[in-house]
């Protein structure tokens, strides 16, 4: 699994995301640049620029249109993919650390940061694709739709569930919530991870009937997004920056490593900067992968199943396409059940 | 149920809440009043009567007996006279401070004063207390003898059926106790919070896990580790089994301060730094105060001696019946036991004694009859005197050997284990002072005479000295001259000893191999011998640890061969950070650890067989003490024991069956496991579909309500489905020629 080396950034990587076909590859890092790559060869299709502080976050709508970034210049950022140019600014009062689009791309959400006297939010924003042909896409509303306040535990990350039923958030104390997206009312809080270590990642199935979290408590979970129940515990031996789901094979993708700021007093064998594989129904550990020298800090895994890419805090992207034997392997039971 | 030790008794529990509110003040203002100083006046009954011109000639003869124990004078004795002008048989003693009224109390009461008299001694507080009526019942009244309870078998954990052992975890703020499983995890025992304050530990023979706390040592036993025993040294640091967990003995650097109303200790202990216990009844034998030890002898005195913790401060012999202390360059105490009671009423004086030893078993010389038990000293040189090592038998404190030697700097004394050896290891200096080389000076205890062989003189400083257990061979870590404040950890070199085979052990020690350059320093026997681990701890490079074994079956080396061993690495293992090697006690496995109590990174420990090979990881956060428990000695005979060698082919092969079963059935369970796990989660996605299709149903939602909008309002490129075109460019290098312009 011959890894491609993506060094288009200067400084740590903060979210790296494919487009729905799994051609694109989108990343941001604290570097205040937006890269776009073919994921195939890793060659790099452009930049967005504008943003004026670190970039935190970013998505692509999922029919490959319209790109939303999230900056601690205390923006979000919609951007034509096609033509880089950015269609639309909205305003916050502290930064953005996590911009997700809904199922359907309808809505945007965006995680705002707590802050000089302001809680943190989670803001809604309907989406205008304009006339369908690139024509009008500037023509978005400036308010957000909805205003959810966290008023006990910040958001740190948040997505949607299938349907666009719920909004799942992860909190700073390690506690995960569900709201409601027209109302915004909260459903339910639950502690899902160790008190007061953080959830610094939530990913979806392709269903999104289930989703991942990656917690600084070193472990990752396998939640249902209708009730919150856990189904599943990864515990790993580092803190969890990101954790994805393969599509195709049954596995999990985790990534994290040493915080940043210890790993100066400890060696690089001692940092576990790899990225760990996990059965995701039997939660065993099946491999790891080495590369990073610096903790992983995003995860994110072709739609297809196909490839996964790390961004690490070393400021590399590396993109792996999964070799035969990744899919060849297959528990016994697994097989059994196949061949029923 | 947090089995922490305020809430082992409801006396301990008082204690505790007491101390939470600080209610000194209202003390000193309400309390004492009544009391006050009475506690230095003792009561003394079953004098004489006499008339009043003899009172002050009873006195004074009293006086005697009464100065014995503490400090008091003609005035502080008071004896009322009654109106007959006699005495009235009674009289009042003030003492100087009340612990002298407490040894009053305790060593004049009952002693006869003449042939009609003796005295009957009480604290005035005490007469105070119980004296005035309705104090104390008339009636007697039987004290309840509680009912008799089954204890708990102390050595259950020996009738495993599969033999394993048990070892303590200690991290974290748990300790728990663990079998183990080999490479499966390991099966707990019991695991409790906040057992221990400061550490664990086992008796020497596995029967108790002491835990100790502010308070005290606790001792724990039996299958469920239930309560066994309290030994209430407050603030004890360090602890100490006798080799046949007959006695306990624990250090404090605070010296104990006894307090009224404690059940157990008494003014005897007040002040002292070491208690010896006795295990058995939970009672103090004797106290002491400890010694502190200088560093170093006086004459290297370039270094400012410190304070140092002489411990264990009692060595106790193999027997447990003796117990001896030194006080460094003066004397060793040996106290009999179960007294301890000081052996021949004195200390032996021993010139400028610098370090004693016993035997760690009960040897026989040949040619002595009588029951001995061996302990082995050393002196220094004083003035013109030659620095000296020598062997006494005890109890007739004979000096049974000595070996003058010179130019000594330091001596360190090795026992094998079962005392057939004792290996004088002497680190010399040249006159000069200048270069230091090593000698080992080996006392064959056993042989007439105990003859003293010489083994030759190494260049390098010994580091590091091993015996086999139950052997004759030892394994000792030399190192070169380290550049002071280097950072590089010093280059060592290993060297193995061996007898010559020359019927039974009866040849000199030879070296059999010396393997040079290694960062070793920590030398690890296995408890049954033969195998060996030498070991880099403690270092921030180097990790490495290298299982030899001492009688290998294979092919021997030429030059090796008529000596006592067949040496082999049978591997090199690494252990990040490691800090400590523990054999079990059947030498089948050893741990080896990296305790936070060292360093913070990568703490945990990893199980090996005796061959190095790893059976299992276990990173543990704070992870802190690794222990096995102790095996007691076997019931077995040598013949028995010879039998089962003989034997071990068929054994093992029931065992190996056993074992494949054990996994069959592991496998199985896994298995089965994991198809549940598998179909539950099939039907979780199952049901989850189904819920899904539902709601949009009711919703009214096209069944394709999540795939993008513009897909479907408008998509854009690649609009016919199914069909993409992809552009693909190669390029090709066909010809590459190179020419030479100008």
Redesign the interface.
């Known amino acids: 699994m011959r890894p491609i080396l993506l060094s288009g950034h200067e400084r740590s990587l903060t979210q790296i995301r494919f487009n729905?076909d799994g051609d694109l590859l989108f990343s941001v890092a604290k570097d205040k640049i937006v890269c776009a790559w073919w994921s195939a060869n890793g060659e790099r299709l452009g930049t967005y620029n504008g943003h004026q502080g670190a970039v935190w976050t970013v998505d692509v709508?999922?029919?490959t249109?319209l790109l939303a970034t999230g900056s601690a210049d205390n923006t979000v950022r919609l951007w034509n993919i096609k033509t880089g140019e950015c269609v639309k600014v909205w305003d916050f009062p502290t930064a953005v650390k996590r911009v997700a689009f809904s199922?359907?791309?309808?809505q945007l959400l965006a995680v705002t940061e707590k802050r000089m006297g302001f809680l943190g939010t989670i803001a809604v924003l309907d989406i205008n694709?304009g006339?369908?042909?690139?024509g009008g896409l500037d023509q978005q509303a400036d308010e957000p739709a909805l205003r959810i306040t966290c008023n006990d535990s910040k958001a740190t990350v948040a997505g949607w569930s299938?349907?666009a039923?719920y909004i799942i958030a992860g909190h700073e104390d390690g506690s995960v919530s569900q709201y409601d997206p027209k109302s915004g009312e909260q459903l339910a809080n639950v502690q899902v991870h160790e008190f007061d270590h953080q959830i610094n990642d939530i990913q979806f199935s392709p269903?999104?009937?289930?989703f991942l979290t990656a917690s600084k408590d070193k472990s990752a979970k396998l939640l249902?997004a209708?009730d919150l129940n856990i189904?599943k515990t990864y515990p790993s031996?580092t803190p969890l920056n990101s954790a994805s789901i393969t599509p195709k094979k049954e596995y999990v993708i985790l990534g994290g490593g040493q915080a940043a700021m210890d790993v100066t007093t400890?060696s690089a064998?001692?940092g576990k900067f790899e990225a760990r594989f996990y059965h995701k129904?039997?939660e065993d550990e099946i491999g790891r992968v080495r590369g990073h020298f610096g903790p992983l800090n995003t995860i994110d895994v072709h739609p297809a199943g196909t490839a996964y890419a790390s961004g690490g805090e070393d400021g590399y992207v590396r993109i792996h396409h999964f070799d035969k034997s990744y899919f060849d392997f297959m528990?016994?039971?697994?097989r059994?059940?196949m061949r029923k | 149920m947090a089995p922490s030790f305020e809430q082992l008794s409801e006396q301990d529990l008082h204690e505790e809440e007491e101390e939470e509110i600080d209610f000194s003040d209202l003390k000193a203002q309400f309390e004492v009043k009544a009391d006050e100083g009475l506690d230095t006046f003792v009561v003394i009954d079953g004098l004489p009567v006499v008339p009043e011109d003899s009172r002050q000639k009873l006195i004074k003869f009293l006086l005697r007996k009464l100065s014995a124990v503490g400090h008091t004078s003609e005035d502080a004795v008071f004896m009322p006279l009654n109106d007959k002008g006699m005495s009235e048989g009674f009289a009042f003693v003030e003492y100087e401070t009340p612990e002298q009224a407490v040894a009053a109390v305790k060593q004049l009461h009952g002693v006869p004063l003449d042939k009609k008299h003796t005295l009957a001694v009480n604290k005035l507080m005490d007469i105070e207390r119980y004296g005035r009526e309705g104090r104390v019942d008339e009636e007697y009244q039987a004290p309840t003898v509680e009912q008799f309870k089954e204890k708990e078998h102390l050595r259950s954990w020996m009738g495993d059926a599969n033999a394993r052992d048990q070892f303590a975890l200690y991290r974290n703020d748990k300790v728990g106790v663990f079998w183990n499983n080999k490479s499966n995890p390991p099966e707990n025992v019991v695991d409790r919070a906040h057992w221990t304050q400061l550490f664990v530990q086992w008796s020497p023979k596995g029967t108790f896990l002491a835990s100790v706390h502010p308070q005290g040592v606790q001792l724990w036993g039996g299958s469920s580790f239930s309560k066994q025993k309290q030994f209430p040294h407050p603030f004890v640091q360090l602890i100490e089994f006798s080799p046949l967990e007959g006695y306990l003995t624990t250090w404090s650097a605070r010296p104990i301060q006894v307090e009224e109303g404690q059940p157990v200790l008494t003014f005897e202990e007040d002040g002292k730094n070491i208690i010896v216990w006795d295990i058995e009844s939970g009672k103090p034998l004797r106290s002491f105060v400890s010694h502190d030890l200088a560093a170093g002898p006086a004459a290297e005195g370039d270094v400012a001696p410190k304070k140092k913790v002489q411990w264990p401060a009692f060595k106790w012999s193999a027997d447990e019946k003796y117990v001896a202390r030194m006080l460094q360059g003066q004397s060793i105490s040996i106290y009999e036991l179960p007294k301890m009671n000081l052996l021949g009423r004195t200390s032996v004086k021993i010139e400028g004694v610098n370090d004693f030893e016993w035997s760690p078993a009960t040897v026989s010389r040949e040619g002595v009859k009588q029951y001995e038990q061996l302990l082995c000293f050393w002196t220094p040189e004083i003035g013109s005197n030659p620095a000296r090592v020598a062997m006494m038998s005890v109890p007739s404190k004979e000096i049974v050997r000595t070996r003058n030697l010179f130019n000594v700097s330091d001596v360190k004394l090795h026992w094998q284990s079962q005392g057939a050896y004792v290996c004088v290891k002497v680190d010399r200096h040249s006159k000069s002072k200048k270069s230091m080389a090593t000698n080992l000076e080996i006392f064959r205890v056993r042989e007439k005479g105990v003859p003293v062989e010489v083994v030759d003189s190494l260049k390098d400083t010994v580091i590091n000295f091993a015996w086999e257990p139950n052997g004759h061979r030892f394994v000792l870590i030399t190192t070169g001259e380290t550049p002071t404040g280097a950072a590089v950890p010093p280059k060592t070199a290993v060297s193995f000893f061996a007898p010559e085979k020359k019927g039974g052990a009866g040849g000199n020690f030879k070296l059999v191999r010396t393997i040079e350059k290694k960062t070793s320093n920590g030398i690890y026997w296995s408890p049954k011998g033969r195998f060996v681990i030498v070991a880099t701890v403690h270092s921030q490079s180097n990790f490495d640890l290298d299982f030899w074994d001492m009688d290998f079956e294979g092919e021997k080396v030429e030059a090796e061969k008529d000596l006592a061993a067949n040496l082999q690495l049978m591997k090199t293992v690494e252990h990040y950070g490691v800090t400590d090697v523990e054999w079990d006690p059947t030498g089948r496995y050893v741990v080896t650890s990296a305790s936070v109590w060292t360093h913070s990174m990568e703490n945990g420990w990893n199980l090996h067989t005796f061959s190095g090979n790893t059976l299992s990881e276990n990173p543990t956060e704070k992870f802190k003490q690794f222990i096995w428990r102790p095996r007691p000695p076997t019931f077995l005979s040598k013949e028995e024991q010879k039998q089962v060698r003989k034997n071990l082919r068929e054994y093992s092969k029931e065992f190996d069956e056993e074992d494949k079963f054990a996994v069959d059935i592991a496998n199985t369970a896994v298995v089965e496991k994991r198809k549940r796990v598998l179909s539950e989660w099939v039907a979780w996605l199952r049901r989850e579909k189904e819920i899904q299709a539902e709601e949009k149903d009711a919703f009214g939602l096209p069944e394709d309500a999540d795939s993008p909008k513009q897909a479907r309002d408008a998509p854009i490129g690649g609009e016919e489905q199914g069909e993409t075109v992809v552009e693909e460019m190669v390029e090709e290098i066909i010809e590459e020629t190179e020419e030479v312009i100008g």
């Not at chain 1, 269903?207 to 289930?210: I, P």
């Open positions: 729905r709508s999922p029919n249109v199922p359907d791309g309808s694709y006339d369908g042909q690139l299938f349907l039923k269903d999104r009937t289930y249902s209708r189904l031996d400890t064998r001692q129904v039997f528990y016994e039971v697994e059994e059940q």
